[in-house]
């Protein structure tokens, strides 16, 4: 076998070996405790700044702590995070023409990280897909205090009607991810003025999802299969 086919077959196989288990996530360390700043979460709208009065996530178990305000997406050592975001919308009346989402994302240094960076973004791939999502009011009174084996919550909190999504990588570490809602999120935001509105958002849970390059797409497999088979046949020629 020549080298030049040895190398496209180890490439092939290589490419669609899955990826190992690893912790993907986003907005990790956003704990107040950990340096995370009391402004966040703020909803940036054309009539004005408002500031999140709450925040936080459930895992997979369907737990959630009241007084955890970290707000972590995705897989971190073996368990899975969805977060929500809980605004007080009760002196405004509405008439929302624009509003983004705007979300701190650290990069900091604290003594339990070994004197390496604790940063917001992870992942052994270079991007991962997060995704805001509608929340049905029904869960809002769940968000506010210690929750034990609510999984619906959890599940709601990943299932509901896209409100936006950010393609995140670690360039995104140290700064804002600004997301901006898309005409189904601002129509539900406008609905819940002079109440309460909250939002879910979730990690991108499929490996090779979506905007996240894990594995080749089909036309990936086409141009390497297309590549074997002009190796092969120029291996032939030089028999022949």
Known sequence: MSRTLGALLLAVVVAGTPAAAQNRYLFGFTHSDDGAPANAVQLLTDRGTILASGRGWFDDTGFHHGQNDNYVAGS????WYRNFFLFDLSGWNGGFQSATLRLYNPSVWLPWCGGVACDGFASPHPAELYFLRFLDPSYYGALSGTALGRHDVFQALGSGTQFGRHLATAADNGGWIDIRLNSAGLGDLNRR???TWAVGGNLEERVGAADVTV???PSTW???ATGLVAVLAAARRRQA
């Open 76 to 79: 971190l050592d073996g368990q």
């Open 193 to 195: 003025a002079g109440s």
């Open 215 to 217: 594995t080749p797409e």
């Open 222 to 224: 086409v141009l390497l």
